[in-house]
């Protein structure tokens, strides 16, 4: 079932793949080599359940990280993110993703400064049913607290933890 415009779709998607390649350049520059993937649109209803697991961002060691670009204003400083919670993911969507990302990227569309979320603390994540004011729909999203956030360079070190075994 379609829940948005292909135009709100895709013009979202396409504000995404920039700061999915902000994402993989700033990793790069941290010694991780990581890449962007390519924005492709399903051409058919029949090939969206092919991009159910789709990557915006993979690590030449096999995993992947997620980037969640929002107009918020932040900083470098998780305790500048301006809510108690943030939205990592919808729920359907995370329970979806056969490689789960090593961590969820957040990057404010105003300051272009990144916070992160490890992967692997989605057991400690919560989830609330909230209305989506860009896709119009309600749905389930997985939520987590502003204290468990990270700076960009500790989620890079933890990166390179995870990645490097």
Not at 46 to 73: F, M, P, T, W
Not at 93 to 107: H, L
Not at 145 to 156: E, G, I, K, T, Y
């Amino acid at each position: 079932m379609k829940r948005a415009s292909d135009e709100i779709f895709r013009r979202e998607a396409t504000i995404g793949q920039k700061y999915a390649e902000l994402v993989a350049a700033r990793l790069r520059c941290h010694g991780i080599n990581a890449e962007a993937t390519e924005l492709t649109f399903a051409a058919s209803e029949e090939e969206i359940a092919d991009y159910e697991d789709e990557q915006d961002v993979v690590l030449d060691s096999g995993h992947c990280v997620e980037v969640k670009s929002r107009n918020l204003d932040f900083d470098a400083d998780p305790k500048s993110f301006p809510y108690t919670n943030a939205f990592v993911d919808t729920v359907g969507g995370w329970k979806k993703k056969v490689n789960k990302p090593v961590a969820v990227i957040f990057v404010s569309r105003t300051t272009d400064q990144m916070l992160a979320v490890m992967g692997h603390t989605d057991d400690k994540w919560g989830s609330v049913k909230k209305f989506d004011r860009i896709r119009k729909h309600y749905d389930n999203f997985h939520t987590v607290q502003r204290r468990s956030l990270l700076s960009f360079d500790d989620a890079v070190k933890q990166i390179k933890e995870i990645t490097s075994g």
